[in-house]
Nanobody, 126 residues
Framework: QLQLVESGGGLVQPGESLRLSCEAS????????IGWFRQAPGKEREGVLC???????SYADSVKGRFTVSRDKAKNTVYLQMNSLKPEDTAVYYC????????????????????WGQGIQVTVSS
């Protein structure tokens, strides 16, 4: 069964950090771009950042300097490191993967991603 599973969410205070994991099963992420998206209550889902097959990154302005993404090929997992969290980062976070060539630069078009995780809640509140 092909699936992505997110983990690592939870409740944190403003200024704290969290690391989300996105583990793939049934396929390898080596040739996949990974996008991280989030959906806050009452808002549309938005792209946060993504990592291309070449490991180049694209970021939403709202998370630049605070969030980073990395992949561990041995664990078939991609990580979203979130630092200096703010209440406005509260959302359900989704990882998504799509097969792309090495030269493709990732973006936040949801149609570019074939597999989606179930989503995980991140709440930033004092």
């Amino acid at each position: 069964q092909l699936q992505l599973v997110e983990s690592g969410g939870g409740l944190v205070q403003p200024g704290e950090s969290l690391r989300l994991s996105c583990e793939a099963s049934g396929f390898t992420l080596d040739s996949h771009a990974i996008g991280w998206f989030r959906q806050a209550p009452g808002k549309e889902r938005e792209g946060v950042l993504c990592i291309s097959v070449s490991d180049s990154n694209s970021y939403a302005d709202s998370v630049k300097g605070r969030f980073t993404v990395s992949r561990d090929k041995a664990k078939n997992t991609v990580y979203l490191q979130m630092n200096s969290l703010k209440p406005e980062d509260t959302a359900v976070y989704y990882c998504a993967s799509g097969w792309h060539s090495v030269g493709w630069v990732c973006n936040f078009g949801e149609y570019e991603y074939d597999y989606w995780g179930q989503g995980i809640q991140v709440t930033v509140s004092s």
